[in-house]
């Protein structure tokens, strides 16, 4: 038969290194999905929701650096790809969407299920395209995958199913992709750098994301200037381990000396960050120095003395050189030794977790820590399990961690660590879930774990509540309230899925069922850890606003009857207070 417009599409797009497509059939999209069937190099992967679809291949993008496709039909099944596609956008994941449509004739006639995508798919999408007539095929096509391949992040391609069951033009459907590799920073700004940090007394680093490839650059600076080295949520994983200068993270997550070494420095570097709390940076008496590749970044967060645009690693390749060592450690000394302090009182309900009941959560990472792989791949649920993935379990070298840590969604940890099994199978991989997130999105897509044997180890963090929104509640003053729910024996749920089904109560059992989790072969597993509801986590700064909001709000629970709830909150974590 004649090659159609969607033979063509996936032509181009296995020409690009897409080797997957998650999504869900239907109506307008059929043409499309039957041309996928036909190419062959592409597998299909048939979600139960398209969400989770998108949320899946955000990870394998992100971890492969490849571009994946998903696809929805029109109207209701386009609007399911968003939320994915907005997380997408902020992990700047290479994310291709195909979008079913009304047929040409029915356009801007409110046809059943149209859908404008250039509006709706602005918030999410660097390059949105309606294929309307064959002959932009090879032109839209070809600019929706460079798009996203170059400018790291989603495209979307609306495509009518009349249009895309057409005959295909006669032209080149190879994609030449762009190799976008950047550079230092100029000389110019270099030189200033190097003036700056050359005229502090104390130095401190701060890095993110972008210091991925820069490990060893941030190590030999820090090395130089006695400097202490603090991450973001996103930089842990890459300046953390075997890194003497390491001093932790700020933030509410924050743990460690790494608020007073970028407050109390002359001079801070940061390194590859768009940390988005404000609060929690230095806006006066610190001269800031911010490098990264992306100009729209630097200085939204803090007021800075120099914005540099260059890539961190090649960046500090250049500066080494052109910096005098410094002697004086006093800063290095001092945030070092509140490191070890605050790491000391984290892991008192670790020592303890075994005679602990209800089992702490902590507990259960520092369990997990223990005994998974180095070469682990570890997804968190936005909410507590992040609180723990940050804190009691190591990464770098080989092991990675990843969430929806720039949009914030509920419910990404199953569909990210599907996504990374399918590219990386047989290495364990483990989603860190919420309770709250696990039922929301996962429970469905189980079933679709379960078919295609992936072998991703859920640990539920099964606490009854929605906790991250009840101590975002008593951070603002307010009463907890419409985040307790009842949750099922998920065992239960696993094994009636065909799934593997461990169920924790025992702080004695810890060790055993996750050992035992994370042996199984051929399929997922669902690890249901019932752990203590009142568990805190204390950042190492806690700014005033909160301080007064945990006050207000336990005045008002005790005023409302709540007193019990308040004692015992402050009994099970006396050791943190």
């Given at each position: 038969m004649a090659k159609t417009v969607a033979d063509g599409i996936w032509e181009m797009l296995a020409s690009a290194g897409v080797r997957r497509c998650y999504g869900i059939v239907g109506d307008a999209l059929n043409p499309v999905v039957d041309a996928l069937r036909r190419n062959g190099t592409i597998e299909f992967v048939h979600v139960r929701h398209e969400e989770f679809g998108a949320f899946a291949a955000v990870a394998e993008a992100c971890l492969t650096g490849q571009p994946v496709a998903v696809c929805g039909t029109a109207g209701p099944g386009t609007t399911h790809l968003i939320n994915g596609l907005l997380d997408a956008r902020k992990e700047r994941a290479p994310v291709i969407a195909i979008a079913g449509d009304v047929e040409n004739a029915l356009m801007d006639t409110a046809a059943h299920e149209e859908l404008n995508p250039y509006t709706f798919f602005a918030p999410a999408s660097l390059y949105t395209a309606r294929l309307v007539d064959p002959g932009q095929m090879r032109a839209v096509v070809s600019t929706a995958i460079t798009t996203a391949v170059a400018e790291r992040g989603p495209t979307v391609l609306a495509v009518p199913g009349s249009v895309a069951a057409a005959s295909a033009p006669a032209v080149e459907l190879d994609v030449a992709l762009p190799v976008t590799v950047p550079g230092p920073a100029s000389e110019t700004d270099l030189a200033a750098m190097a003036e700056l940090i050359d005229g502090a007394d104390s130095v401190a680093i701060f890095g993110g994301d972008g210091c991925a490839l820069a490990h060893a650059e941030t190590r030999a600076l820090a090395e130089r200037l006695k400097a202490p080295v603090g991450y973001s949520l996103k930089g842990k994983q890459w300046l953390e381990h075997d890194n003497p200068h390491a001093v932790g993270m700020t933030g509410l997550l924050g743990y460690g000396g790494c608020y007073d070494a970028i407050h109390r420095a002359d001079v801070l570097l940061m390194l590859g960050t768009d940390f988005p709390y404000g609060n929690f940076l230095p806006q006066h008496g610190v001269k800031v120095v911010q490098v990264d590749r992306n100009p729209h970044v630097l200085g939204r967060r803090v007021p800075l003395a120099l914005g540099v645009v260059g890539d961190v690693r090649s960046t500090l390749q250049s500066l080494l050189p052109m910096v005098q060592p410094k002697t004086e450690d006093?800063?290095?000394?001092?945030?070092?030794?509140?490191?070890?302090?605050?790491?000391?009182?984290?892991?008192?309900?670790?020592?303890?977790?075994?005679?602990?009941?209800?089992?702490?959560?902590?507990?259960?990472?520092?369990?997990?820590?223990?005994?998974?792989?180095?070469?682990?791949?570890?997804?968190?649920?936005?909410?507590?399990?992040?609180?723990?993935?940050?804190?009691?379990?190591?990464?770098?070298?080989?092991?990675?961690?990843?969430?929806?840590?720039?949009?914030?969604?509920?419910?990404?940890?199953?569909?990210?660590?599907?996504?990374?099994?399918?590219?990386?199978?047989?290495?364990?991989?483990?989603?860190?879930?919420?309770?709250?997130?696990?039922?929301?999105?996962?429970?469905?897509?189980?079933?679709?774990?379960?078919?295609?044997?992936?072998?991703?180890?859920?640990?539920?963090?099964?606490?009854?509540?929605?906790?991250?929104?009840?101590?975002?509640?008593?951070?603002?003053?307010?009463?907890?309230?419409?985040?307790?729910?009842?949750?099922?024996?998920?065992?239960?749920?696993?094994?009636?899925?065909?799934?593997?089904?461990?169920?924790?109560?025992?702080?004695?059992?810890?060790?055993?069922?996750?050992r035992e989790a994370l042996a199984h072969r051929g399929g997922p597993v669902v690890v249901d850890v019932v752990v203590d509801p009142h568990a805190l986590s204390l950042p190492a700064h806690v700014p005033p606003a909160v301080v007064e909001g945990f006050t207000l709000s336990a005045a008002k629970q005790v005023f409302e009857g709540r007193l019990d709830d308040i004692i015992e909150t402050a009994e099970r974590n006396v050791r943190l207070l």
């Open positions: 006093t800063l290095l000394r001092h945030c070092l030794r509140t490191t070890e302090h605050f790491r000391s009182r984290m892991r008192h309900y670790v020592t303890k977790g075994p005679g602990i009941k209800p089992i702490r959560p902590e507990y259960v990472a520092a369990t997990l820590d223990e005994l998974a792989a180095d070469d682990a791949l570890f997804f968190a649920d936005t909410g507590t399990p992040v609180i723990w993935a940050a804190r009691h379990i190591r990464y770098g070298r080989d092991r990675r961690l990843f969430g929806s840590f720039a949009w914030g969604s509920m419910a990404n940890a199953s569909p990210n660590a599907f996504g990374a099994q399918l590219a990386f199978p047989g290495r364990q991989t483990i989603a860190l879930c919420g309770d709250g997130g696990f039922t929301m999105l996962a429970l469905g897509d189980l079933l679709t774990e379960v078919r295609h044997q992936a072998e991703v180890v859920h640990v539920i963090f099964n606490n009854g509540m929605l906790d991250f929104v009840n101590i975002e509640q008593q951070e603002a003053g307010l009463l907890p309230f419409g985040t307790d729910f009842p949750t099922p024996d998920f065992r239960r749920f696993a094994e009636a899925f065909g799934a593997r089904g461990i169920r924790i109560e025992e702080p004695g059992d810890v060790a055993a069922g996750l």
